[in-house]
Structure formats: structure tokens, C-alpha cells
């Protein structure tokens, strides 16, 4: 399929049903990204898609399909079971489900530009997530349509992030809210589509990816973090209720930040008890030092923990349990919140 409009209408009701050719796969969603009429008519084909609740009846003969609707109906009828990602790709699958379901009820020039977080608007957060994702996206081999990055060979991952992040933003802002939302939507599908997002073993091997190096499976999970807390970025700037992740996948994300803590913490910490509940079953670890006795303990909560650990808490803020000595617990959660790049 050509980068133009020869050959697109007719795929887009495939496109929003999830079952397009693998020919068309990376195309489509390419073209959908830099074509406003295109993405606006996908959307308009993905919310009736959604509306059609239940399994497809069998075709009626009486009425024949017409328009783009006829070819939501073909597409229904004829459409592949899709294999779902694995279990470590999960989560990030349904915070960009939860992202896409909340941009539906966007709408308009007023709220597309409400401040949401730093100083970006809801199209900017979005461009943002753009910028977050492309450099998972590009080690598993999804192209990405935006300009080619002006970071130098060596430059330190913090200024790196930074400076892609105003780049991709400053593009974006040259674009349409539908547009940008296209792009982003693109780009999150391929990375749902590579073979890494559905074969566990070929996402086992770690490769270092903002400054640190970990499988590509909690990479994913990295990614849905921040798309989770996004997400509650825009539903808070928007008066929209977010609720949190599912507690499976909100228990995958407070395993891999209390690692990343007790890395950041070292053996020679002051050895504190850390209990986080509410993610369908309490946990508990003792970090910092295995060589003394533990000095003391504290309690959060999951999704606080998350937030503390994404900058939406501080120490002082965060909900907190504490028993012994505070100094060590406060040691935990200034390294905690230290944590936090969003």
C-alpha cells in the first residue's frame, strides 16, 4: 500500500476491528498518523466498533452492506482470532486501553488544551508518551514517524529524555489533537504487535533503556507504569475519574520499583521492613542492609507507593505507616521518590 490515499477507506474498518492483513499492519497506522481526514474517519469506525457489544451475527442477505459501515460488517464476519500478548506485556495493552478509552472524551479546543502536568496541555502529555515509547519501539524494530533526533552519541540518558520529549512536543504542537492521538495509537499498536510483546523468552533479554538495564518484559511494564500515571495526569486535569491498574498488574509494577529501590538504597542502608498492600495481597521485604537488625518499618499503600515512586507524592505527602526509627524509614522514601523521571 502507497503512503497516500489510494487504497486506505476500505482498510480502515479492518484497521479498527484489529484485522488487517499483515501487508497493511505497519502501513495503515503510518498513514493514519499523518492524515487527519483518515484518523478522524478511523475513530469514527473504532467507537461504532466498540458499540457493537457481543459476538457478530451471521450476515442478512436483505441488507446489503454499504459504505464504510458495509465494511465494518465484512470486517466483523471475516475478522482472525488476534493472539493476545503474553502476561508481561499486559499490563502496558490495558493502560493504552485505558488511555484511548479516556481520549474519547476529549473533545474540543477547550479541554484538548487544559494544563495537565509540567507545562502541557492533554495533546502535549500525549506527545510526551510518543517521545517515552520510541526508544522501546525502535530496539524492537517499530518505526516511528517523528523527526529524526538531534541527541548526540553519548549524551546522558536524563538530558536525552528531556530533550526528545520537547522535540516530539514541539512537532506535535505543528499537528492536530487527531493526529497526534493517530501517532500515538500507531506506535503503542506496533509495540503490541512485535513478536516480543507475545513470546516471554524473546523478551527475557535485557538490553539497557534509560539508563537502565533490564529485560525488555520490564520494559514493558515500565512503559505501562507511565502510561498509567499519565493517564490519571490527564483523567485529574479533566475532572475524569481513572481508576487504577487491575491488582495483578498493579502487583507486577510494585515488584519491579521496589527492586529499582532497594538497588538504589544499597547493602549498606539502614535495614527498614517495607510492606505495600492493596494489590491483591500484602507484601513485604526488608531492604537496605541483610547484615543488622531492622531498624524500622512502613506501610503504603500500592497505588501510593506508585505515585510516590512516579512524583505524584512526596515523602512528606505520601499516606504512610511507620513504626521505629524514622530516620531509616525516611531514607527509604527520599530514595523512593529519587526515583521518580515523570
Known sequence: MSDDHEGVPELLAAWALGALQPADEKAVPLHLAGCESCAAEAERLRETVRLLDGPPGPPDPAVPGDGADGVVAAALRARPALPPVAAHAAPYAAAVGALTALLREVDGPGPWGTPVVHDWDVRDTVGHLIAADEELARLLGVRTHVPPSRIAPGTRWQEAWETRTADVIAYERTRSPAQTVAAWSAQSAGLLATPEAREPELAAHATRLMGVRLPVADHFLGRAFETWIHTDDIGRALGLRVPAPPDAHLGRMVRLAVRMLGQALGPAAPPVLFAVTGAGDDSRWVLGSEDEPVRGELA???????????????????????????????????????????
Open 300 to 342: 503504603l499503600r500500592a497505588v501510593d507507593f506508585c505515585l510516590l515512586v512516579g512524583g505524584r507524592h512526596t515523602p512528606a505527602s505520601v499516606p504512610r505507616g511507620i513504626v521505629g526509627d524514622e530516620d531509616a524509614v525516611r531514607n527509604v522514601l527520599a530514595r523512593a521518590a529519587d526515583l521518580a523521571w515523570l
